[in-house]
């Protein structure tokens, strides 16, 4: 498995980037990551290239065997750019144009700006695309679905929704725009939703601009990606991602290029709240399920993080190391941190590298280089990938929809997702997290937590795996929107009312109130946020509520479906239900389980079909006990052992 660094050549001096690659092959260094800002060094004046720089960077990492990772800087347009045409800045919703001086604020519709990043990233994939050292390509930088409301954006916004609906009468119908006579009459009415808060807009409005958003930034993605395939068909091309505020739609982002490529920063100080213990276990997967393919980490935590925020305790012992191993176990293939070198000028100098200021390696980068030579012996690895039984949904759109309307006090779309990811993880199996309309017969278990707006495509999905015997489990709020972001005039769960069996009569958003829920077998459980009244029609009730004027009805359902069962979970419940539902759901459709794993503890499996290699991972910061089953081979010491202790955020990998 590979370990590399980002590394900036334009921020040291040339002296420094021969000693740096020394030390990186002496560390076990096999990827550089450059580039990505570096527009002003690439091009000081319009039309003015200089690659000498560059060519001298990459052949130095080429002598040191480094593979290297190209970056588009089209992230950072020159400030002669900006000043030329100070109309490629972003507008914010605002309406005010976005001030330079920091960085991505170029508006990726911008003519100008596309013209001068198309220009630039012709010029280095001619120039890089075919170098060998030259192993893969990013394009640009963490891009976002941009709330951009510039004029260029305005248009586009118009053509895009004149494409959708052909013409002004179906949007305002589609949009409801008799409500606050809010009907266009000319197409120049049409706005971007403003900086106001979400809720008090347009919900139909707010949803298409997400979506229109999303498709500017994959757009722009799959531009600049055609230009690096033209010169060289066969180059690696990705772009880095995080969990922004502008999400754009992941499934499509990375629909034509060759692998996902996540910025990971796991949380230094672990959860106080049990809740979150494994959540980021949970974005791991949903990275690895956008391709449902092994992915990158672009950027990977190296040291105390900073300047977006005051900063963070330093990494605790273990953990530059552990969550470097974590990603591997949930499916990353190559890891890359950010940064070699703590910055020592400009914006990012208290974001921390591998290398402190002191430029004296430090106990992280002793582990760092412990953990270069433990990837090197997971070659056995390398050709594996996690197969799983569990498969979670997650929909870019129920995301934007629930960010619109977030529904009562503390509702976020994420938390159920979380939940019943945390549940499965405890009995340490590997959990898919994938698109609605992805493939579900491979799958024992699909839970389609939060269906809120309806999706053809997604809804036939799930009633044809829950047909062929599938089983599934729904949740609150689920076909309660059409696909424009409007109520659907039907009894809740609208469409899905005849697989789960039961009707919603009434809802009790009860926020952060709680109340108590009871099974079947007497377990009793909090519950908050939202309660779902139901009348049964084929279900069975798996748990009733005990409290309020609904006190006995059904707040968790059952029912069979042709050859499959369909659950419905009415209520958000405390994570102690979600465990026992997990577990019995587990039993019901024959998934193993590893019970009574210490609370932190992750297991995971990766395989190539003939062999596969059980990951414990300790993300606690206590010491745990593991008992194996039997005896098994640690392809990380080369040990055989049936029982081992792990350190906090210590890793095993034993062949099973
Ligand atoms: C992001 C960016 C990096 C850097 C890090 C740390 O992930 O892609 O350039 O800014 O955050 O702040
Ligand atoms: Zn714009």
């Known amino acids: 498995m590979r370990i590399g660094v980002d590394y900036y050549p334009e921020q040291w001096d040339k002296e420094m980037w021969q000693k740096d690659a020394d030390l990186m092959v ?9 580039g990505e800002f570096a527009w002003s060094r690439l091009e000081p004046r319009d039309g003015q290239f ?32 900006y000043e030329t045409y100070p109309d490629i800045t972003q507008v914010g919703p605002d309406g005010k144009r976005i001030q330079t001086g920091i960085r991505a604020h170029r508006c990726l519709n911008a003519p100008m700006f596309l013209y001068y990043a198309k220009r630039i990233t012709e010029q280095l994939a001619h120039r890089y695309a075919r170098t060998t050292a030259v192993v893969g390509w990013q394009i640009d930088n963490e891009i976002e679905a941009y709330p951009c409301t510039c004029e260029v954006c305005r248009g586009l916004f118009r053509d895009w929704l004149i494409d959708k609906y052909d013409n002004l009468e179906n949007i305002n119908s589609a ?81 034509l290029l060759d692998f996902v490529a996540y910025d990971n920063y796991p949380p230094i100080m672990l959860p106080e709240d049990d809740d979150e213990i494994y959540s980021h276990a949970f974005y791991l997967d949903l990275m690895r ?20 925020m005051p900063m963070s305790p330093t990494p605790r012992p273990g953990q530059i190391k552990g969550y470097a191993l974590q990603a591997m176990a949930h499916g990353a293939d190559t890891v890359i941190h950010f940064r070699w070198r703590t910055a020592n000028k400009g914006a990012e100098m208290y974001w921390h590298g591998l290398i402190d200021h002191s430029n004296v390696p430090s106990r992280r980068f002793i582990e760092f280089a412990d953990l270069c030579r433990t990837a090197m012996k997971l070659t056995a690895i390398e050709t594996t990938e996690l197969v799983s039984d569990i498969a979670i949904l997650y929909s870019p759109d129920n995301d934007w929809a629930f960010g619109i309307q977030p529904q009562t006090s503390g509702f976020e779309y994420f938390e159920q997702l979380k939940l019943f990811h945390a549940a499965f993880t405890r009995y340490g199996v590997n959990v898919d997290i994938i698109s609605p309309t992805a493939d579900l017969t491979k799958y024992k278990a699909v839970i389609a937590p939060e269906m809120y ?9 799930i009633y044809r795996y829950v047909i062929k015997g599938g089983t599934v489990v729904m949740t609150n709020r689920s076909g309660v929107k059409d696909a424009f972001n409007n109520c659907i005039m039907e009894p809740l769960p609208t469409v899905y009312r005849e697989l789960i069996g039961a009707e919603i009569v009434e809802y009790d958003p009860i926020g952060d109130m ?113 008992t194996l089953p039997k005896a098994m081979f640690s392809i990380i010491d080369g040990g055989e052992r049936d029982n ?9 990998v034993v062949r099973k």
């Not at 009871?518 to 908050?528: H, I, M, P, T």
């Open 289 to 308: 399920g956008v391709k449902q393919k092994n992915f990158w980490v672009m950027e990977q935590l190296s040291g105390p993080t900073g300047c977006w």
């Open 26 to 34: 002496k560390t076990g260094v096999k990827l550089v990551r450059m």
């Open 514 to 626: 709680e109340q108590t829920i009871k099974d079947f077998a007497g377990n009793e459980f909090r519950c908050s946020k939202w309660c779902d009244i139901m009348e049964l029609t084929t279900a069975r009730a798996y748990a009733e509520y005990e409290d309020c004027f609904y006190s006995g009805s059904p707040a968790v359902t059952m029912n069979r479906y042709c050859s499959g069962v369909a659950y419905y979970v009415g209520t958000v419940c405390s994570r102690e239900f979600y465990e026992s539902f997990a577990g019995n759901i587990m039993k019901q459709t024959g998934i193993p389980r590893l019970k009574d794993l210490p609370k932190g503890v992750e297991v995971t499996t990766r395989t190539n079909g003939l062999d596969d290699y059980i990951f414990f991972f300790n993300n606690s910061e206590q010491e745990v006990e593991i």
């Open 644 to 652: 081992f202790t792990l350190k906090p955020f210590d890793m095993d």
């Open 50 to 81: 200089d690659f000498a720089w560059l060519d001298e960077a990459i052949s130095i990492f080429a002598r040191h065997s480094i593979g290297v990772i190209l970056c588009t800087p089209t992230s950072c347009p020159p400030l002669w750019m």
């Open 175 to 255: 949009f409801g725009n008799s409500v606050w006579s809010g009907e266009y009459s000319d197409i120049s009415q049409i706005q971007p939703p403003t900086a106001y808060p979400k809720a008090w807009q347009n919900p139909s409005l707010c949803l298409e601009y997400s979506r229109f958003a999303s498709d500017m930034a994959v757009k722009f993605v799959n531009d600049m990606t055609m230009i690096v395939r033209r010169h060289y068909p066969k180059a690696k091309v990705t772009t880095n991602t995080y969990f922004s505020e502008n999400k754009p739609d992941y499934y499509r982002m990375y629909e």
């Open 453 to 461: 707006v309806y999706d053809q495509n997604a809804a036939e999905n």
